[in-house]
């Protein structure tokens, strides 16, 4: 029998399907045990129970968003757990003892630097600020440049330096002090600051370039004199005629009158002044207004040095203690200078002539061949052009000259090692630059700082060294020769003494300056009375801290006698020679060596002039 399927296809009906209801009931009762004995699949679950009832999730109203609540749980509970753990680290890294890490000791050369700088403040003239930090200096020659009467000077001269132990204000020799710091600033503005001694040192120059600027007309462009010298030296008029160097008194008791001596034909003294500001110009970049006004005062300058030709010494108080010997060095040193100031390209076009630096004696050495002093700025001037050549490289048509005071640095490097016989030596291993002359120290000093820096100069145009003759050395060996001049200066001597006054166990204590040798006790002595002071044999009542001496003689001997000057007398430009040595040699490898860029921030892009074609061939 068949029957409809209601999903389309035929039944059949067998005779089963005839049984009783009880039977069939019986059939279903066990079908249902035999399909409850294995699990359904979620596909029968769904077709046999249906649906299953979810469970509703519970929400969190936080106002602007709607989360689940486990998730509010679950971040809060984690921001909770990460609070606690910081804290509990940042209360373990309070209470357990720390062992700090202290910055290495100043190393010797650092110390020194540090007491070489405090000379200047000691020869301070004019009214002095309350930081000097020299107990026994006061307010001194606050009348310099009133006095005088034809009014062919300039009336307000006060303030500036005294040169040495007396109480003159030697203008050439000051400006040659100024151009040093300002060079050793430039290139090692780093080590200064790492020393601590930055703001220092640009106060010390900017204190002798204000005076400067006192010194001619500096907001002209044209000028027909300047003034030379403050005080006078000259003993030959006896006690009727007190000055600076018959007198014995200190600066703040002078009551005699101060001459001023000017020049309107003084090239090399004009020269020199102009690399003084010229080269301040560059440490004080960053303060525009006072750069631009130093750059103003370098051109005048020179435009005077220029124009009107001829030595600030010749018949002048001043050749009998700063004569000098031409003015053409200053020329290729101050052109020098005023082209890193200015990147104007004709100064370099006349510190580079060929006939100038023949003139300056480029080409024909001698005996002071090499040797960097107040006089004679050759040598200096030729390390800076080769500076230049290392790392502008200008090329035609300065390449030819450059390349030679290339080479001629070179040799000037070679004749400093002690292989060669340029200079002796003393049997302690001061080098004889003056050829046993005495106050030798001033020359070491430049020495040693030109050494160091030419050093660094290859080291940063990454040269291990340089050619003497044959023979290849590396630049360790300049640094070694600096770090020997200077240990000797410090103290490594056969007399084991410093020379550098404060420094060490041992040092000069009757050094030759009046400041130092008379107490300050409210008591004015005169221009002889201090004469118990000068002829004493006990050491300074004041400690004149970082002055260097003159020092020893050719056989490493000292005299520690305050009448005798070649030994105990200090100097601005032996100082600021020493200060540049001791920056250069301190600090340690961390500390960047040479600043390349600075001495070259006013210099444009240099595009160098093609050279001229060669001749038209003829056959």
Same mark, same amino acid.
């Given at each position: 029998?068949?029957?409809?399927?209601?999903?389309?296809?035929?039944?059949?009906?067998?005779?089963?399907?005839?049984?009783?209801?009880?039977?069939?009931?019986?059939?279903?009762?066990?079908?249902?045990?035999?399909?409850? +004995?294995?699990?359904?699949?979620?596909?029968?679950? +769904?077709?046999?129970?249906?649906?299953?009832?979810?469970?509703?999730?519970?929400?969190?109203?936080?106002?602007?968003?709607?989360?689940?609540?486990?998730?509010?749980?679950?971040?809060?509970?984690?921001?909770?757990?990460?609070?606690?753990?910081?804290?509990?680290?940042?209360?373990?890294?309070?209470?357990?003892?720390?062992?700090?890490?202290?910055?290495?000791?100043?190393?010797?050369?650092?110390?020194?630097?540090?007491?070489?700088?405090?000379?200047?403040?000691?020869?301070?003239?004019?009214?002095?600020?309350?930081?000097?930090?020299?107990?026994?200096?006061?307010?001194?020659?606050?009348?310099?440049?009133?006095?005088?009467?034809?009014?062919?000077?300039?009336?307000?001269?006060?303030?500036?330096?005294?040169?040495?132990?007396?109480?003159?204000?030697?203008?050439?020799?000051?400006?040659?002090?100024?151009?040093?710091?300002?060079?050793?600033?430039?290139?090692?503005?780093?080590?200064?600051?790492?020393?601590?001694?930055? %703001?220092?040192?640009?106060?010390?120059?900017?204190?002798?370039?204000?005076?400067?600027?006192?010194?001619?007309?500096?907001?002209?462009?044209?000028? +027909?004199?300047?003034?030379? #010298?403050?005080?006078?030296?000259?003993?030959?008029?006896?006690?009727?005629?007190? %000055?600076?160097?018959?007198?014995?008194?200190?600066?703040?008791?002078?009551?005699?009158?101060?001459?001023?001596?000017?020049?309107? +034909?003084?090239?090399?003294?004009?020269?020199?002044?102009?690399?003084?500001?010229?080269?301040?110009?560059?440490?004080?970049?960053?303060?525009?207004?006072?750069?631009?006004?130093?750059?103003?005062?370098?051109?005048?300058?020179?435009?005077?040095?220029?124009?009107?030709?001829?030595?600030?010494?010749?018949?002048?108080?001043?050749?009998?203690?700063?004569?000098?010997?031409?003015?053409?060095?200053?020329?290729?040193?101050?052109? @020098?200078?005023?082209?890193?100031?200015?990147?104007?390209?004709?100064?370099?076009?006349?510190?580079?002539?060929?006939?100038?630096?023949?003139?300056?004696?480029?080409?024909?050495?001698?005996?002071?061949?090499?040797?960097?002093?107040?006089?004679?700025?050759?040598?200096?001037?030729?390390?800076?052009?080769?500076?230049?050549?290392?790392?502008?490289?200008?090329?035609?048509?300065?390449?030819?000259?450059? #390349? @030679?005071?290339? %080479?001629?640095?070179?040799?000037?490097?070679?004749?400093?090692?002690?292989?060669?016989?340029?200079?002796?030596?003393?049997?302690?291993?001061?080098?004889?630059? %003056?050829?046993?002359?005495?106050?030798?120290?001033?020359?070491?000093?430049?020495?040693?700082?030109?050494?160091?820096?030419?050093?660094?100069?290859?080291?940063?145009?990454? @040269?291990?060294?340089?050619?003497?003759?044959?023979?290849?050395?590396?630049?360790?060996?300049?640094?070694?020769?600096?770090?020997?001049?200077?240990?000797?200066?410090?103290?490594?001597?056969?007399?084991?003494?410093?020379?550098?006054?404060?420094?060490?166990?041992?040092?000069?204590?009757?050094?030759?300056?009046?400041?130092?040798?008379?107490?300050?006790?409210?008591?004015?002595?005169?221009?002889?009375?201090?004469?118990?002071?000068?002829?004493?044999?006990?050491?300074?009542?004041?400690?004149?801290?970082?002055?260097?001496?003159?020092?020893?003689?050719?056989?490493?001997?000292?005299?520690?006698?305050?009448?005798?000057?070649?030994?105990?007398?200090?100097?601005?430009?032996?100082?600021?020679?020493?200060?540049?040595?001791?920056?250069?040699?301190?600090?340690?490898?961390?500390?960047?060596?040479?600043?390349?860029?600075?001495?070259?921030?006013?210099?444009?892009?240099?595009?160098?002039?093609?050279? &001229? &074609?060669?001749?038209?061939?003829?056959?």
């Amino acid at each position: 029998m068949y029957g409809r399927d209601p999903w389309g296809g035929p039944l059949e009906i067998n005779n089963a399907d005839s049984a009783t209801d009880d039977d069939r009931s019986r059939n279903l009762n066990d079908f249902d045990k035999a399909a409850l +004995s294995r699990p359904l699949d979620e596909t029968q679950q +769904s077709w046999l129970l249906g649906p299953g009832e979810q469970k509703k999730k519970k929400y969190v109203d936080l106002g602007c968003i709607i989360v689940s609540r486990k998730i509010f749980v679950w971040t809060v509970g984690l921001i909770l757990a990460a609070g606690f753990i910081a804290g509990f680290v940042t209360l373990i890294v309070k209470t357990v003892p720390r062992h700090h890490k202290h910055p290495p000791p100043p190393d010797n050369y650092t110390i020194a630097l540090g007491k070489a700088l405090r000379f200047f403040n000691a020869q301070k003239s004019g009214r002095l600020p309350k930081h000097n930090n020299v107990s026994w200096r006061g307010n001194s020659c606050l009348n310099d440049g009133k006095g005088d009467k034809s009014g062919a000077v300039l009336k307000d001269l006060v303030g500036g330096y005294y040169d040495a132990g007396d109480a003159i204000k030697f203008h050439f020799p000051k400006a040659f002090a100024m151009t040093m710091l300002s060079w050793s600033v430039i290139e090692y503005s780093a080590k200064y600051e790492a020393a601590g001694e930055l %703001n220092h040192v640009k106060e010390i120059i900017k204190w002798g370039t204000d005076y400067f600027l006192k010194t001619f007309n500096n907001t002209a462009d044209s000028i +027909s004199q300047i003034v030379a #010298q403050v005080g006078k030296g000259d003993t030959s008029g006896g006690e009727s005629d007190p %000055n600076d160097h018959s007198c014995w008194m200190r600066p703040e008791d002078i009551d005699y009158e101060r001459p001023v001596t000017e020049c309107s +034909s003084c090239s090399d003294l004009a020269a020199e002044m102009a690399a003084a500001l010229a080269s301040a110009s560059i440490v004080f970049k960053d303060n525009k207004a006072y750069s631009k006004k130093l750059v103003h005062g370098a051109a005048t300058l020179w435009k005077f040095a220029r124009d009107q030709r001829g030595s600030y010494s010749t018949g002048a108080d001043a050749a009998t203690f700063y004569n000098s010997s031409m003015y053409w060095d200053e020329f290729v040193w101050g052109g @020098t200078w005023m082209y890193y100031a200015t990147g104007n390209q004709s100064y370099l076009y006349l510190a580079s002539h060929p006939t100038l630096a023949k003139h300056a004696g480029a080409f024909w050495g001698g005996p002071d061949y090499g040797v960097l002093s107040w006089d004679n700025k050759l040598t200096g001037a030729q390390v800076l052009l080769t500076r230049l050549r290392l790392f502008l490289s200008p090329g035609y048509p300065y390449e030819q000259i450059l #390349q @030679t005071f290339h %080479n001629q640095t070179s040799i000037i490097m070679c004749s400093y090692l002690p292989y060669f016989s340029s200079f002796n030596r003393t049997k302690g291993g001061l080098i004889q630059l %003056n050829h046993g002359r005495p106050q030798p120290l001033q020359y070491v000093v430049n020495a040693a700082f030109l050494a160091t820096l030419y050093s660094d100069y290859l080291d940063a145009a990454d @040269t291990p060294g340089w050619y003497c003759g044959p023979n290849f050395y590396s630049t360790n060996e300049l640094r070694k020769f600096a770090q020997t001049q200077i240990d000797y200066i410090l103290g490594d001597n056969p007399r084991k003494m410093s020379y550098l006054v404060g420094y060490g166990k041992r040092y000069p204590k009757q050094v030759h300056h009046r400041g130092a040798s008379i107490p300050k006790n409210r008591v004015k002595y005169s221009c002889t009375g201090g004469y118990k002071y000068r002829d004493a044999k006990k050491p300074n009542p004041n400690t004149i801290v970082g002055a260097m001496v003159a020092g020893p003689d050719r056989h490493d001997g000292f005299h520690d006698v305050r009448t005798n000057y070649n030994y105990t007398e200090p100097t601005l430009a032996g100082n600021a020679g020493l200060v540049a040595a001791l920056v250069a040699l301190s600090g340690d490898s961390t500390v960047a060596k040479i600043d390349k860029n600075t001495i070259f921030s006013a210099v444009p892009p240099m595009f160098p002039t093609p050279p &001229p &074609p060669p001749a038209p061939w003829k056959p």
